[in-house]
């Protein structure tokens, strides 16, 4: 159950956890930029992609790279589906939840599960341009001279017990989530780089599809 709250969570690089962070400056003007989001990511119809997740585990030295690919389409569905190196399809329709685990299949209902609700939310935010309006979450934004950062802090408790922060990387050019990073209390941390992203592409309602 852990490894799906984190999966749910999935929407170039490493970011390590500070005060501040390298190569990025914070931002002064966060209306400005929160308006900007908001607009940019209105635009966004659909998205599909290539991913490459991160896993670093406080206990080990070595870190377990997955590999996959990752669609969205409004309102509120989104695919991500695991290749390598195991199988593994998550699938989120509105206000339910798909999971198929090898043989396993499962289907969940986030009205039935705050957590649910809350993670649901975050994902669809960070693509909607909505995420700065999360009061599940006090957040700060740094910027460079191509991308933004919004750091998130959990507020809510059932998410304060998971994570410590989110990290999500915004570029500039279109104001699309390319990396999303995720804390965990314990001290494992996931990377999630979404590379090979197409915009607005036409994908049928069949990939989003829970029976």
């Known amino acids: 159950m852990h490894k799906l709250f984190l999966i749910l969570l999935m929407t170039s690089g490493g970011i390590s956890l500070k005060a501040q962070y390298t190569g990025y400056i914070p931002l002064t003007d966060l209306s400005k930029f929160k308006e900007l989001f908001s607009v940019e990511a209105q635009k966004v119809i659909s998205i599909k992609s290539d991913f490459v997740q991160e896993k670093n585990l406080s206990m080990l030295s070595e870190k377990i790279t997955s590999k996959g690919k990752f669609w969205f389409k409004k309102e509120s569905r989104v695919r991500m589906e695991y290749s390598q190196p195991f199988q593994y399809l998550m699938i989120i329709n509105k206000d339910k939840v798909f999971v198929k685990d090898g043989q396993k299949q499962n289907t969940i209902s986030t009205k039935s599960n705050k957590l649910f609700q809350q ?38 408790k059932n998410l304060k017990e998971f994570f410590k922060t989110i990290v999500v ?29 197409e915009m607005n592409s036409n994908l049928p309602d069949a990939l989003f599809t829970i029976n």
């Open 119 to 156: 993670i649901n939310k975050i994902m669809v935010d960070c693509i909607q341009g909505t995420v700065l309006s999360n009061p599940d979450f006090s957040t700060r934004v740094f910027g460079n001279n191509t991308a933004y950062l919004v750091e998130l802090s959990p507020v809510s």
């Open 169 to 197: 990387i915004v570029g500039k050019k279109d104001y699309s989530v390319t990396n999303i990073e995720m804390n965990e209390i314990s001290g494992d941390n996931t990377i999630i780089h979404f590379i090979n992203k």
